[in-house]
Structure formats: C-alpha cells, structure tokens
C-alpha cells in the first residue's frame, strides 16, 4: 500500500478563474474531492524562475540564487 503525491502546478492561474464554474477542469474537481486540498498558498518568488526551486527544493528563492552565485564561482 503506498501513498500517491501528485503536484499540480499551473503557472499564473488563479483558482478563482477555474473554481467558480467546476466545468472548465472536471477531472481536477474530481480528484480534489478524494484527496488532500491545501487551500493557502503562497510562492516562495515574485516570478517563475524564483518560485519553481523554492516548490522543488523547499528553500527560499534568496537561498537557491545564493547557492547558486556560490557554486558558480567555484
């Protein structure tokens, strides 16, 4: 028996665009009602490139550019 993570991401998507009306992603609604649902979210980045890494990794995006800058210098 194993536990299932599914992340679904959507870059610049509001739920409010797609939750009112639960016929735009009917297969998304359904999968929602047997599973976990966070409801508050919040990215880790003011654009794409910032918030991805912060998802994937679970560090600031302050951190990964830092790490980043370092790892190049060497």
Known sequence: NY?????ITCD????DAI??????TPNIY???KNSVVFLNMF???PITPCAFPAIMTSYHFFIT???NLI???N
Do not use: K
């Open 3 to 7: 536990d299932l993570i599914l992340l």
């Open 30 to 32: 359904r999968l929602a």
């Open 43 to 45: 990215s880790n980045g």
């Open 71 to 73: 790892q190049g210098l």
């Open 19 to 24: 939750f009112p009306n639960y016929n735009y």
């Open 65 to 67: 550019l830092e790490l």
């Open 12 to 15: 610049a998507l509001r739920a």
